[in-house]
């Protein structure tokens, strides 16, 4: 497998921020994503996995480490029986495309998540009632030690989280699913899919929801947009005009723009309604928010 250096994660982001990974790989088969975490051990590297980079923020400094991007087989989806089989690189998209064209039913919430299978096991992904952790039988994770399937209980899935840490590589999941007529499919698609462009910014540059729902009778979105943040920027980054948990890139943000914009956000939510706001958005890089005291 071919080895790059100094690769831009920007070019990977859905939020178009981040700097450079040491080094960066696309492992096509089970055998390459084997060697190159062998080949990142022999040189101490840190190593972490990006799908599509839809609730990613990198550091401007970059990475120091492996990165690796799965292709290939390793990013392929195909039906086994009322079994999903996908590589942890596979799109959700093609993950829905194939369970549409064989009739299966139950990866429909999974249309509103611009991820792959991999991504969506790291946080337990999920919208409009269901989740990952409900469909998903097993995820075969690689590490530098070796190759194990594991079970949803095993990979600790709850709310937008897992136990996983980096360097542990989710190479392939199965999910199970049930036959269901393809019209009812398609028009549960077309539903959530309205729903999500009535409420969210699909059209920009973002990552997602920035901050998990707090245990509070208002959604974080809805918290913010209390606070008075709905459009509030700093630097090239501004929190969604159109729905408060989203930052957008609005004009060549860098992450420390967007990084600036969840302290406030964080300081504004203590402030007024006492809560500590805890981010969605995975790290990747030397990146943290200032804690509040
Ligand atoms: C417009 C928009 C709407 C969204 N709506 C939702 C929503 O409704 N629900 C929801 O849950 N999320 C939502 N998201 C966030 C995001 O799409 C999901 O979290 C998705 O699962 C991330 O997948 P990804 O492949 O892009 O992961 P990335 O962003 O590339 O990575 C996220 C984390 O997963 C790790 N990772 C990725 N692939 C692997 C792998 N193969 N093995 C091990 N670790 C891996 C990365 O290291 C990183 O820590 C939304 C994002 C956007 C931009």
Not at 125 to 154: H, Q
Not at 226 to 243: D, E, F, T, V, Y
């Amino acid at each position: 497998m071919n080895i790059e250096e100094g690769v831009a994660l920007s070019r990977f982001t859905t939020i178009g921020t981040g700097g450079p990974a040491t080094a960066f790989g696309r492992p096509e088969t089970l055998a390459a994503l084997e060697e190159a975490l062998a080949w990142a051990r022999e040189r101490e590297l840190a190593v972490a996995t990006i799908g599509l980079g839809s609730n990613l923020l990198v550091a401007d400094e970059g990475f120091d480490g492996l990165v690796l991007k799965l292709a290939g087989e390793l990013a392929a989806a195909e039906v086994e029986g009322e079994r999903l089989v996908a590589g942890g690189g596979a799109a959700n998209a093609v993950c829905l495309h194939r369970a549409r064209e064989a009739g299966l039913g139950g990866f429909e919430f999974a249309c509103a998540i611009p991820g792959t299978v991999g991504g969506g096991v790291w946080m337990n992904a999920g919208a409009y009632g269901s989740d990952w952790a409900a469909i998903l039988e097993r995820a075969l994770v690689v590490n530098g030690d070796g190759t194990r399937w594991l079970s949803p209980d095993e990979l600790g899935l709850s709310y937008r989280h897992s136990g996983l840490q980096h360097g542990q590589v989710v190479a392939r999941a199965e999910f199970r699913l049930e036959p269901r007529p393809v019209e009812e499919i398609k028009a549960k698609v077309a539903e959530l899919q309205a729903l999500r462009k009535a409420a969210q910014p699909t059209n920009k540059r973002t990552f997602g929801s920035v901050f998990k729902n707090p245990g509070h009778e208002l959604s974080a979105g809805r918290m913010l947009e209390a606070c008075g943040l709905k459009g509030h920027r700093i630097g090239g980054a501004q929190i969604s005009p159109r729905h408060a948990n989203f930052i957008e890139n609005a004009d060549a943000a860098r992450t420390e723009d967007a990084i600036a914009l969840m302290a406030e956000a964080r300081r504004r939510a203590d402030e007024q309604f006492g809560v500590e706001l805890e981010h969605e958005v995975e790290f990747l890089g030397p990146l943290q928010v200032p804690p509040l005291r």
